[in-house]
């Protein structure tokens, strides 16, 4: 199985910015089956951002025009660019594709925290 490992969390302020990155590591992954997600205290995990098929993406609704999924397949690694953060973004982030969910097989994750 493909080993996902999250980084690029820490502790920002409301409307500030971070890049969080997702390297993968045991064989290459195909960009477009990739996605963040984030699961804060008490709710449930929650997609985010994820690749489609065509070279798509999808956002949530809370994320949209504020978050944006980029990724690079040469260097199997997905980056997940976040600005205008707000508190409710609050959460572990993890980067999975599909076929990592429904094994349930999820890296660490990188904390965020938004926070005055």
């Known amino acids: 199985q493909v080993q996902f490992v999250e980084s690029g969390g820490g502790l920002v302020q409301p409307g500030g910015s971070l890049r969080l990155s997702c390297a993968a590591s045991?064989?290459?992954?195909?960009?477009?089956?990739m996605g963040w997600y984030r699961q804060a205290p008490g709710k449930e995990r929650e997609l985010v951002a994820r690749?489609?098929?065509?070279?798509?993406?999808v956002y949530a609704d809370s994320v949209k025009g504020r978050f944006t999924i980029s990724g690079d397949n040469a260097k199997n690694a997905v980056y997940l660019q976040m600005n205008s953060l707000k508190p409710e973004d609050t959460a572990v982030y993890y980067c999975?594709?599909?076929?990592?969910?429904?094994?349930?097989?999820w890296g660490q994750g990188t904390q965020v925290t938004v926070s005055s």
């Open positions: 045991g064989s290459t992954f195909s960009l477009y089956a």
């Open positions: 690749f489609t098929s065509g070279g798509s993406t």
């Open positions: 999975n594709d599909l076929q990592g969910i429904v094994k349930g097989y």
